[in-house]
């Protein structure tokens, strides 16, 4: 298969308008995290915390009202600028955000460092600089596996890539059985509603497509969209995604 370099910037920057934020309904998955990791052990209240690859701040904003300073990092400014006005709406002042790739920043240490679902960590050396940024805990959210709808599984099968799979990445866990960290694990389950355009969505599956090694056809994949449509403009389908909480301590045994 074909491999393509995709620019991460650019490919958040343009998806930040159709990505979750915390000013719209969610399924309440960012509750029950918080809520995981304060019953591991975490305490939130009044520490400093880092969020790495916050995007539109669904995490941030919330944790924000329980910490006592959050720097949230972020590649892409159009997700930062999102998270900055959900944050203003809110009355919140004590969100510092950097538009900046983790591998190129040098955070301050943190009480808390929270990562999830971001594919801002991407190397063995990404996750040990997170290990190292924290002082008490690190809040990790990573994926497992994820279960697309019928239309969506014959899209990828027509182009024979399988994106459905994940290994909480492997690299961290890698990493964790090097160290002697206490560390808790937590599945997390959520159900996501993805709604956009025709040529929206066309375009988002193509880009997957790529990232997983496969040639798009635009044609076939438009053809899809429309022939599930009920008003042949937009598209609406559910994924089931299986997660897994990971909850450092930096205490050493």
Request: charged residues 30%; aromatic residues 8%; proline residues 3%.
């Amino acid at each position: 298969m074909k491999k393509y370099n995709i620019n991460q910037k650019e490919k958040w920057n343009k998806r930040a308008h159709s990505y979750p934020s915390f000013s719209e309904e969610t399924s309440g998955v960012e509750e029950r995290v918080i809520s995981l990791a304060e019953s591991a052990g975490v305490a939130i209240r009044d520490k400093t915390l880092l969020d790495i690859g916050c995007g539109t701040g669904r995490f941030t904003i919330r944790i924000s009202k329980k910490a006592s300073q959050v720097t949230a990092v972020d590649i892409s400014e159009n997700m930062l600028n999102i998270l900055e006005e959900d944050a203003r709406a809110e009355g919140l002042t004590n969100i510092k955000t950097l538009c900046a790739d983790w591998k190129d920043t040098s955070p301050a240490k943190c009480e808390i460092v929270m990562a999830t679902l971001t594919p801002a960590l991407r190397t063995e050396h990404d996750f040990q600089r997170m290990l190292d940024t924290a002082e008490e805990h690190v809040i990790y959210l990573g994926w497992v596996q994820r279960k697309e709808c019928p239309m969506i599984r014959d899209i990828y099968k027509t182009h024979n890539v399988d994106p459905t799979g994940f290994d909480f990445p492997g690299k961290f866990s890698d990493l964790l059985e090097k160290r002697t960290y206490d560390v808790q694990f937590f599945p997390v389950k959520d159900e996501w509603e993805r709604t956009g355009s025709i040529t929206e969505m066309t375009e988002r599956l193509a880009q997957s497509i790529k990232e997983y090694g496969g040639e798009p056809d635009l044609n076939s994949i438009r053809q899809k969209l429309l022939e599930n449509s009920t008003d042949g403009i937009n598209i609406t389908y559910i994924t089931d995604v299986e997660l897994k909480l990971a909850i450092i301590s930096k205490t050493v045994h």
